[in-house]
T-cell receptor
Framework: DGGITQSPKYLFRKEGQNVTLSCEQN?????MYWYRQDPGQGLRLIYY???????QKGDIAEGYSVSREKKESFPLTVTSAQKNPTAFYLC????????????FGQGTRLTVV | KQEVTQIPAALSVPEGENLVLNCSFT??????LQWFRQDPGKGLTSLLL?????REQTSGRLNASLDKSSGRSTLYIAASQPGDSATYLC??????????FGKGTKLSVKP
């Protein structure tokens, strides 16, 4: 099956811990994105990457880190510096130039316990 | 800075009704516009992509229009069904190569 796979579906983090959310795509897409979704806030961009080994901060990058060592993978680490990490995290990808159709994974719900 | 607004925030209609969801954006210099559907607790499903040179795009019972000059897009759903109940999100492609989202319209179609 072609698509975007996010894992795990649910993740629980203790205060002070770093956690990593996985995003893998087998669509051969160039660009990948991480968004955060909170009730009533809409989707906000955390980081994005248009090519391997390059990425840019989005609107709310503080407390997060990413890497893009392979075209198909774009993991997101939520660090202990992120003060309010409980949210629904969505990964997306698109092929080619800006404006091409974007596709999303099924999301990871992160809860701080 | 590009801002995307969706009105109404929530909408409840009886089954079979035709309906229109609205999306407006502040900067008309967009690449393309994309409509998504989101079911509770799920990811986003792409419904329609309208390229900046197009006026409208159709898929089944869905029709999306785009008027760049006025900064507006509409999503028309014909003959609504209970299975159409979901949140509908509008997003525009910004100059930096990222999608900018509205907060969505939550649609409830009652049998």
């Amino acid at each position: 099956d072609g698509g975007i796979t996010q894992s795990p579906k649910y993740l629980f983090r203790k205060e002070g811990q770093n956690v990593t959310l996985s995003c893998e795509q087998n669509l051969n897409h160039d660009a990948m994105y991480w968004y955060r979704q909170d009730p009533g806030q809409g989707l906000r961009l955390i980081y994005y990457s248009q090519i391997v080994n390059d990425f840019q901060k989005g609107d709310i990058a503080e407390g997060y880190s990413v890497s893009r060592e392979k075209k198909e993978s774009f993991p997101l680490t939520v660090t202990s510096a992120q003060k309010n990490p409980t949210a629904f995290y969505l990964c997306a990808s698109r092929w080619g130039p800006s404006g091409a159709e974007a596709f999303f994974g099924q999301g990871t719900r992160l809860t701080v316990v | 800075k590009q801002e995307v607004t969706q009105i109404p925030a929530a909408l409840s209609v009886p089954e079979g009704e035709n309906l229109v969801l609205n999306c407006s954006f502040t900067d008309s210099a967009i690449y393309n516009l994309q409509w998504f559907r989101q079911d509770p607790g799920k990811g986003l499903t792409s419904l329609l992509l309208i390229q900046s040179s197009q006026r409208e795009q159709t898929s089944g019972r869905l029709n999306a229009s785009l008027d760049k000059s006025s900064g507006r897009s509409t999503l028309y759903i014909a003959a609504s069904q209970p299975g159409d109940s979901a949140t509908y999100l509008c997003a525009v492609w910004g100059s930096q190569g990222n999608l900018i989202f509205g907060k969505g319209t939550k649609l409830s179609v009652k049998p």
